[in-house]
């Protein structure tokens, strides 16, 4: 017997009269739509015309916002959720997923962001936090959020409030990709170290990262996050995205890498192509001559900021 | 008893829910008790060693652009000389014939227009639109299917040889054409191996 008999070939009659209510904002909708975005590169973008060629090149997502980061570091200030009318305008022109930026905190710019109907609301730290010490519990939204870590601890407390996706912070807006590498072996190492842990140990780690120990139990199962990673902060160049892809990340966020360089269409192109074929150098080194090292942003060296310059020590 | 051959079937491995299909049918093929492989599928040479293929949920406009260069040809060969493929959401997207954008209207992308029928893309609205539902699928039996809808499109029409399985509040959600099924529904994201099992069923026809 091998089981096969468990598929009924003889069709049942159904009432074409029974109608079926839906249920909304579930955890398996609001993580099986970051899901879907695996494999794949979402795309800073801060207007119409920049959304679309980041849809033409192969984007699963792009993330709308006022200034890229890179802008955001230079002009200093406040910076705040996008301007609904860009936000609205460029939903009406892709049909890919459109996410948007609220501050760390900041519940009425998520609410307007939801009531807009954004897919992912990115709980940012390139934006100026609105609460110092805490973050929006996201249990209480119907739209997905995703949320930067730097280590596991963060990754786990965003979880457990609610996160549906994980992304490193990395450092975004230097177009120097060392952050993120950081922060990506910093989780994946810590959870390798709890799959050798027994329960007593977990438990001390709970305690430890301050998270339930049911989250840490079940990530020292899965040997990963719970939800989606994607890797995020400084990814400039087709050879970046691939190496985070190698790192075990599953898709990668480019924020200022395309549109502050000189060739955005081919470089967005060659990072979704580098992205895809990561285990493959000879593709990778098709999507490097595809772009221009002199046309890349220019970075900046972490080493130089001031340590209130830096975004990732935001919201922890 | 004739024993039953080897089983080799491919998740199409260019973006989407690749692992969580990859996943589902090792489990559909140990709880069916069949010996087999489930390999993702991402070079020609891959998909040359596969009997039957899905093509998972993601970016219908990702997916389509990054397989249509090589790929898609010889996806559409094999569909043709009757391999077995299963496709969700994004899958059934490039399955069908027609497509077109519930808001935007009229889209280009690249599309294998393998099976009769119009899609809808993103018909239901956006991300805050996505739900969960019980579905009734007369295929599967009597047991209702739990459907899982991402940003789904729909099935406006079918034509010729393809035939509605399943719908949802008048819509149809599941198509079948010969050996090939699609879904605007996420059967990896259920609890429920059905759907992989009637595949790895029809794979089993042409062995």
Redesign the interface.
């Known amino acids: 017997m091998n089981g096969l008999g468990v598929i009924v070939l003889e069709r049942i009659i159904v009432k074409p009269s029974e109608k079926v209510e839906p249920v909304y904002g579930t955890v398996t909708v609001k993580r099986g739509f970051a899901r879907m975005q695996k494999g794949g590169v979402i795309m800073d973008v801060t207007n119409v015309e920049q959304a679309q060629t980041a849809e033409e090149a192969g984007a699963v997502a792009v993330m709308v916002l006022d200034k890229l980061p890179a802008d955001v570091r230079k002009a200093g200030g406040v910076a705040r959720m996008c301007d609904v009318k860009i936000i609205e305008e460029v939903m009406d022109h892709i049909t890919i997923p459109v996410m948007a930026k609220c501050r760390i905190g900041h519940y009425m710019e998520a609410r307007v962001l939801e009531a807009i109907g954004v897919d992912m609301i990115d709980e940012s730290e390139v934006l100026t936090p609105a609460d110092e010490h805490h973050h929006i519990n996201k249990w209480e939204f119907k739209v997905p959020f995703v949320n930067g870590a730097r280590n596991l601890g963060e990754a786990l407390r965003r979880i457990a409030e609610g996160a549906s996706m994980i992304r490193t912070k990395g450092e975004a807006g230097t177009g120097n990709v060392a952050e993120a590498v950081r922060h990506v072996k910093e989780v994946m190492g810590r959870i390798r170290e709890l799959q050798s842990m027994n329960d007593e140990q977990l438990l001390d780690v709970a305690r430890e990262l301050k998270v339930p120990f049911e989250l840490v139990k079940e990530t020292a199962l899965l040997g990963r996050l719970p939800v989606v990673n994607f890797a995020a902060g400084g990814i400039a160049t087709p050879a970046d995205a691939a190496l985070m892809m190698h790192l075990g990340c599953d898709g990668v966020f480019v924020g200022s890498g395309i549109f502050k360089s000189d060739d955005p269409l081919e470089r967005a192109k060659a990072i979704v192509m580098a992205t895809t074929f990561w285990d493959d150098p000879e593709t990778v080194a098709e999507a490097c001559k595809m772009v221009v090292e002199k046309k890349s942003m220019s970075g900046v060296d972490i080493k130089t900021l001031k340590p209130e310059e830096l975004m990732q020590t935001r919201g922890q | 008893m004739k024993a ?1 051959p080897e089983v080799k079937v491919g998740v199409l ?8 299909h990859v996943e589902a049918l090792n489990k559909t093929l140990k ?4 010996k087999g492989q489930v390999l993702t599928v ?1 070079t020609l040479e891959q998909l040359e060693e596969v009997k039957g293929l899905v093509i998972p ?3 219908s ?2 997916i389509g ?2 397989s249509a260069k090589e790929l898609a040809p010889r996806i559409v060969e094999r569909a043709a000389s009757g391999m077995p493929i299963l496709g969700t ?2 899958g059934l997207i490039l399955m069908a014939k027609e497509v077109y ?1 519930a ?2 209207g009229s ?1 280009e992308q690249p599309l294998l227009r393998l099976m009769d029928m119009k899609a809808v ?2 018909f239901f ?12 699928i ?5 047991e209702p299917f739990p459907g ?4 789904a499109p729909v099935v406006e029409k079918v034509w010729g040889e393809a035939e509605a399985l399943a ?4 819509k149809i959600v599941a198509v079948q054409q010969g050996r090939l099924l699609a879904t605007v529904f ?1 059967p990896e ?1 259920a609890e429920d191996l ?1 759907l992989h ?2 595949l790895i ?1 029809l794979v ?1 026809d042409t062995l």
């Open positions: 039953l491995n260019f973006q989407g829910a690749v692992s969580e709880e069916l008790n069949l991402k949920g993601g970016e406009t990702t652009r990054l959401c994004a954008d808001k935007i889209v893309r993103n609205g956006r991300q805050g639109e996505s739900f969960e539902a019980p579905l009734t007369p295929l599967l039996g009597r899982v809808f991402i940003r719908t949802y509040n008048g996420h994201l059905r099992k009637y069923k089993l």
